[in-house]
């Protein structure tokens, strides 16, 4: 189920704990990729508060909202790079894409297999993605008033396991947002605090985002089995009927 993007819009630009939200992520998914000179970087789901970082840079930033979310004008002040699209058919060529962020797509989507295959499909050989979902066993996955309580969250070994089935190969992860979802004061003054302790000893706390970095694996490997069966049964080979005595 997706959110509104009027919803999200408020959370992230109009509400302080969203604007904190955005600080944290957004400055680890440029951590991630300082330098993108000449790359094409995309969006998907409602990861535009992530991107502005990389429109000084980059070849072109183009932000996929989906259809059930809806779609806004972004950025504020600047041409128009949002593009409403359908789940798992997006207007871009295939290979075209040289680093991905999907926040908020992947946990909200009704096929979470068919999206993979398209963010596999747009990506070029080499190319990183950076998938960003709810922590099942954070707090913020347990909380309806931010974004990241919607949908499924997912464990690292979940997660994991669902990219390498769809041919991307894990490289690194981090966990994010370790302060409790709450706009109370004492929280929000010490969410700086909160992050630094929680990466620290992130086997005591655990975050209530992960981002995962997969590289697409070129060529994908066949699906299904490739085992011969050796001695196959003949009960179902035609046989030439007896002769009537």
Known sequence: MHLDVRDLKDFYYRSALGREVQKVIRTEVRFTWPNT???TVAGYGFAAPLLRPFLSDSRRVVALMPAPQGVISWPAGLPNVSVLC???RWPLETGHVDRLVVMHGLETSDDASALLDECYRVLGPG???LFIVPNRTG??????RTPFGYGRPYSLSQLENL???HDFVPDDHVSLLYQPPSTRRFWMKTGAMWERMGRAIPAVMAGGVMAVR???RHPPRPRGTQERVRAPLGALAPKPLAKPV
């Open 127 to 129: 190319g990183e993605a």
């Open 139 to 144: 707090l913020w996955a347990r909380s309806d």
């Open 214 to 216: 997969a590289v697409k």
């Open 86 to 88: 359908e789940e798992t």
């Open 163 to 165: 990219l390498s089935w």
């Open 37 to 39: 000179h000449g790359h």
